[in-house]
């Protein structure tokens, strides 16, 4: 989060102060800082990140953009999981497999290729995003009674 708002902060001074850094782009420089390492970062490689000054203009790479891209990715996956792991996310998605889906679904003894296909298509209702494995799904679903 900490590389979030260094960028965040640059992207301010960039959009509303001619690109001139202030006191909350130079803290969030120097937070940043302390945990710019590819080990904190859990990256290969750090977003290139200039200097802040407080009242110095301040400068972007492409580089920095493009490792940053790869932190909000990060971001939102660890986000996606922990969200996909919770009791309400679990109660959204009753309510919405409910609403999409009057009564439990059942699935013929297909091949196990078909059957994937279909969950993911159920899913896909909800207008969620469809899972990548569908086999601990699948037993959730059973679990559930939502499908047979």
């Not at 203009?57 to 660890?78: A, D, H, M, S, W």
């Not at 998605?93 to 091949?111: D, E, G, Q």
Request: aromatic content about 8%; proline content about 4%; glycine content about 4%.
């Amino acid at each position: 989060m900490r590389c979030y708002r260094y960028f965040k902060e640059c992207r301010n001074c960039l959009a509303h102060k001619g690109g001139i850094a202030d006191d909350k782009t130079e803290d969030a420089y120097k937070e940043f800082l302390v945990v710019a390492t590819t080990t904190n970062l859990g990256v290969k490689e750090v977003p290139v990140h200039e200097p802040i000054i407080k009242g110095q203009p301040i400068k972007v790479e492409l580089r920095g953009i493009t490792g940053f891209c790869e932190i909000i990715l990060k971001i939102l996956t660890t986000l996606d999981a922990e969200f996909a792991r919770s009791e309400k996310a679990e109660k959204e998605f009753l309510r919405r497999w409910k609403n999409a889906h009057v009564s439990p679904i059942f699935l013929t003894r297909r091949n196990i290729y078909q059957r994937e296909n279909k969950i993911r298509g159920l899913v896909r209702k909800l207008q969620l995003p469809e899972p990548t494995t569908v086999s601990d799904l699948e037993t959730w679903l059973l679990s559930k009674r939502l499908i047979f």
